[in-house]
């Protein structure tokens, strides 16, 4: 065999390989942002699960803040749309205003000593509290996993792969500047 050939072979086979890693490398960091989503969809679930059973139980004792725990429950009904939809943005703002209303509704707790004496009002306190402690965790694991995917399908040369099979740009889970200022639910209860 001609020596040029074999380089020629040799230097396609390399190509080819190298594209191949590539290819993978992008797969494995597309199914990392699936894994990361599905880890905040399970919290998710979980709590909009739990969140019934504490407007439930604040209810036998806010006679008067019926408002208050309205605006729980849409929030909580736009936040399994946009979850069931995968629509990461409106989850985002859905969520914020999920957090607000939780806060809202745990600072007018404060005024009703028999509720916040209650022990299913304390379990399900201490339940949303640390899957909202969850969520927030995996909404951290969520954005890395999209950025170093976000970045990777943009560097050059994976870029040239990227494009050609329909890798596309995954999105941020990104809360309002509002909801950044989490409530000291601890100050709120102590």
């Not at 990361?36 to 909009?48: E, G």
């Not at 640390?130 to 560097?155: C, F, T």
């Not at 995954?170 to 409530?183: G, H, I, S």
Request: glycine fraction near 4%; aromatic fraction near 10%.
């Amino acid at each position: 065999m001609d020596p040029f050939w074999l380089i020629v072979f040799v230097l396609l086979a390399l190509v080819i390989f190298y594209g191949i890693f590539l290819y993978n490398n992008l797969v494995r960091l597309k199914h990392n942002v699936s894994r990361a989503w599905s880890n905040i969809d399970v919290l998710l679930k979980q709590r909009h699960d739990e969140l019934p059973k504490l407007v439930e139980t604040c209810k036998q004792h806010m006679t008067y803040e019926q408002e208050t725990l309205e605006k729980v429950m849409r929030a909580r009904s736009a936040v399994a749309n946009a979850r069931e939809a995968g629509n990461v943005a409106a989850l985002g703002q859905a969520e914020t205003q999920m957090r607000l209303g939780l806060g809202n509704l745990f600072a007018v707790a404060e005024d009703y000593p028999e509720l916040r004496a209650s022990e299913s009002f304390q379990h399900l306190h201490s339940r949303i509290t640390s899957l909202e402690s969850g969520i927030a965790d995996r909404r951290e694991y969520y954005n890395d996993s999209v950025n170093h995917l976000n970045i990777r399908i943009e560097q050059f040369p994976d870029i040239l792969i990227a494009r050609r099979l329909g890798f596309l740009a995954a999105t941020l889970l990104e809360f309002d500047e509002a909801d950044l200022k989490d409530p000291d639910m601890k100050k709120l209860f102590s």
